[in-house]
């Protein structure tokens, strides 16, 4: 019988090493394979991110523009006014201060109106 053992062993050993080798291969397969996804789920996030940053630098750019097309408009428009008022003598008098500062804190009124709308 501890013949028939002693002939068993090299073979179950054998046997042990392969289930054992098998274990650890599928372990490493479904180890590499969550790698994997974990890689495909992380590029997939990235683009995304990438795609948002090129729609804020597309979205500051175009609000840049627009800025300055609003800056221009103001040069413009106050090189009209001083153009238009230039010869006008009722534009180069002297305003009582008072008067000025109703008339700024009429304006003002009116902005924060317009603003609150």
Known sequence: MIDKL???M???????GLVFAVYFGY?????????QQQINELSSEIE???KSINDTNELVAQQEREKANLENQS????ELLQNALKDDT??????PSDV??????HSNKIRLSENTE
């Open 27 to 35: 372990e490493q397969y479904q180890h590499k394979k969550h790698a």
């Open 75 to 78: 040069i413009e428009l106050q």
């Open 10 to 16: 090299p073979l179950s050993l054998v046997t042990l």
């Open 100 to 105: 000025s500062n109703k008339l700024r804190e």
């Open 6 to 8: 002693k002939s068993l």
């Open 48 to 50: 995304h991110l990438y």
């Open 90 to 95: 009722c534009a180069s008098s002297v305003i």
